[in-house]
C-alpha cells in the first residue's frame, strides 16, 4: 500500500512562488509513477505534472509548462513540485498521486491508483 502526505501550499500573489512536497511510504519512487493534479471549485480534477523511471522522465500539463517543475528526492523518497510565475487560475487543491502501471494517462485520474489527502494553493490578484 502507497501512502503519499503532501505538504508545502499556502496563499501568494500574482507572480508568487510556492514548493509543495509529496512524502511517499509503501514503495521507491523510482519504480512507480508519481503525477500532481489539482482541482478548482466546481471543475474537474487535471493532471498537471509527472516524472517516472530511473532516469527521471517527465511529463507537464500545456497550462504550466515553463512555470511548473516536478521533480524528485530519491534518499528521501520524496516527489516535489515547484510552482513560479503563479496566477489566480492555479488556484486549487494539490494532490499527489501514485499509479503502478506506468505514466501511460499520466493526466487521467481514473489511471491513478493512490493518492494523498491534499495542500491548498491560493493565488490572488
Known amino acids: 500500500q502507497v501512502q503519499l502526505v503532501e505538504s508545502g501550499g499556502g496563499s501568494v500573489q500574482d507572480g508568487g512562488s510556492l514548493r509543495l512536497s509529496c512524502a511517499v511510504s509503501?514503495?521507491?519512487?523510482?519504480?512507480?509513477?508519481l503525477a500532481w493534479f489539482r482541482q478548482a471549485p466546481g471543475k474537474e480534477r487535471e493532471g498537471v505534472a509527472a516524472?517516472?523511471?530511473?532516469?527521471?522522465?517527465?511529463f507537464y500539463a500545456n497550462s504550466v509548462k515553463g512555470r511548473f517543475t516536478i521533480s524528485r528526492d530519491n534518499a528521501k523518497n520524496t516527489v516535489f513540485l515547484q510552482l513560479n510565475s503563479l496566477k489566480p487560475e492555479d488556484t486549487g487543491m494539490y494532490y499527489c498521486?501514485?499509479?503502478?502501471?506506468?505514466?501511460?494517462?499520466?493526466?487521467?485520474?481514473?489511471?491513478?491508483?493512490?493518492w494523498g489527502q491534499g495542500t491548498q494553493v491560493t493565488v490572488s490578484s
Open positions: 498521486a501514485a499509479g503502478r502501471w506506468g505514466c501511460t494517462r499520466w493526466y487521467d485520474p481514473s489511471s491513478r491508483n493512490y
Open positions: 509503501g514503495d521507491t519512487i523510482d519504480s512507480i509513477c
Open positions: 516524472i517516472y523511471g530511473s532516469d527521471g522522465f517527465t
